[in-house]
């Protein structure tokens, strides 16, 4: 029963008619407030995510017939940034590559900002804001955040003019409180009648819904920030590298990024080694609510535009995971794994299947090429735990915390579902070393708008 409840609860909360009832809703109670189509946007200082989509403000502004409304934010809690050294630290490096990908500006060699230059940022944007000109304001003020270049910070700040004390605290905060109104943590967010956008990685889908209300002044061209897929070219000539992935049985990202990076592999020939971790929650790190919620609606998004099925969730926490974990375990050396990690993710996630109970998990295992004996023999040995444990060890030696996460042979490593173009970009590289010198831009193109 509790199962039947799980399944129908996750399909009504991530069915496109309740989407649709919501925006439908969103929709008309602004135009009841008599409020014109508003974009709002939350710019956290210290993000380089938010560095980013702040440089797409006036081209959203230009292209879309929509008011754009910008608010400061703090970064978000503990709760919702459980390892915030690594995401810093990662976000540097991944926001260098976003950024050449879609022409946008960020330093090659970035620093980690210090605490007083982030104080001095908050105060020069909300200064800017209150002189409604933001938008040419974090642009270069952020440049010179990225860059570690205090005395370009302290140039903007003259010509800014002297915030009031106590502007940006108050910038902030009322930043936090509509954000949290809303339903939000993170800072570089869109949102826009009820749903929300991160960045520049989901602008393509607000794009899609400011489109599709009529305000695009060019209806039919390509999107400013269109999603990025591996193109899947003939690979150059050469050894393919390995590729690892890590990822867990409870992560909706771990099940859209596992079939498309067994094809990405086929398409290399290159060998795929599972790297599989307890969930977040069974390691000590909490998720919040709001951020579970997120995470479900956004992944049933990304499930749609990538044509995987989505939605009819069992949460396979606790017993779930450590069963699959165990069978997994034994799957492995029988070569069987990826079939069985594969199957596994989409009973969890779109196929509403409990992976704790013996009938879903024995049915799974069967399905992978697993025989029932070799399914119960897997349950009774406990020596997974060892090799989840090395994988989560070498997951924070690699310098991230969270799945999905990939790297090519030992190299730098990945994280999210949306980033196994960068992967592809490694192997082609591995395959083609580039000669010395700055490293070429990116090869890949999608520009279906999602």
Same mark, same amino acid.
């Given at each position: ?55 797409? %403000? ?29 995401? !810093? ?29 982030? %104080? ?43 915030? #009031? ?15 949290? !109104? ?24 607000? #794009? !899609? ?8 002044? #060019? ?43 067994? !094809? %990405? ?21 909490? &998720? ?50 990826? #079939? ?23 049915? &799974? ?86």
């Amino acid at each position: 029963m509790r199962t039947l409840i799980l399944k129908s609860a996750t399909t009504l909360l991530t069915s496109p008619m309740r989407r649709r009832m919501a925006r439908d809703g969103a929709a008309l109670a602004a135009r009841l407030r008599g409020e014109r189509p508003t974009v709002r946007y939350f710019h956290q200082a210290d993000d380089p995510y938010s560095h980013l989509a702040a440089q797409m %403000l006036p081209r959203l502004r230009a292209r879309y017939a929509a008011e754009i409304e910008v608010h400061l934010a703090p970064p978000p809690e503990d709760s919702a940034a459980p390892d915030r050294e690594r995401l !810093r630290g990662y976000g540097l490096r991944d926001a260098v590559r976003l950024a050449r990908a879609h022409g946008l500006e960020f330093p090659s060699n970035p620093a980690l900002p210090a605490p007083e230059a982030v %104080l001095r940022l908050q105060a020069i944007l909300a200064d800017a804001l209150d002189r409604d000109r933001f938008d040419a304001t974090a642009a270069a003020a952020g440049n010179a955040l990225w860059s570690g270049d205090m005395r370009a910070l302290e140039a903007m700040a003259a010509l800014n003019g002297a915030a #009031e004390p106590g502007l940006a605290d108050q910038s902030l905060a009322a930043g936090e409180a509509t954000r949290r !109104r809303l339903g939000h943590y993170l800072g570089g967010m869109f949102h826009f009648e009820g749903e929300w956008f991160w960045g520049v990685d989901r602008l393509g889908w607000l #794009e !899609r819904r400011l489109a599709d209300r009529g305000l695009d002044r #060019e209806p039919g061209a390509r999107p400013l920030a269109p999603a990025l897929e591996p193109t899947l070219d003939a690979p150059p000539a050469g050894s393919p590298p390995t590729l690892e992935v890590w990822f867990s049985f409870r992560s909706p990202y771990s099940w859209l990024v596992m079939p498309r990076i067994r !094809r %990405l592999a086929r398409a290399y020939g290159a060998p795929l080694e599972l790297r599989p971790i307890l969930p977040m929650v069974m390691r000590g790190l909490a &998720v919040p609510r709001i951020k579970t919620l997120y995470i479900a609606l956004d992944s049933k998004r990304e499930a749609e535009r990538l044509g995987l099925p989505f939605g009819a969730i069992v949460d396979p926490v606790g017993a779930g995971a450590e069963r699959a974990l165990a069978v997994l375990h034994h799957a492995i050396p029988l070569g069987l794994g990826q #079939e069985f990690a594969e199957l596994g993710l989409k009973a969890a996630f779109a196929d509403g299947i409990a992976l704790a109970e013996d009938k879903g998990l024995f049915d &799974v295992a069967r399905r992978a090429g697993l025989t029932d004996a070799q399914t119960t023999a897997a349950l009774a040995d406990d020596t997974w735990r060892t090799r989840v444990e090395g994988n989560r060890a070498a997951l924070l030696d690699a310098g991230l915390w969270g799945v999905p996460a990939f790297r090519v042979s030992g190299g730098p490593a990945h994280w999210g579902q949306d980033r196994l173009w960068m992967l592809e970009q490694d192997i082609r590289d591995a395959l083609n070393p580039a000669p010395a010198g700055p490293k070429s831009g990116r090869r890949t193109s999608r520009a279906d708008g999602s």
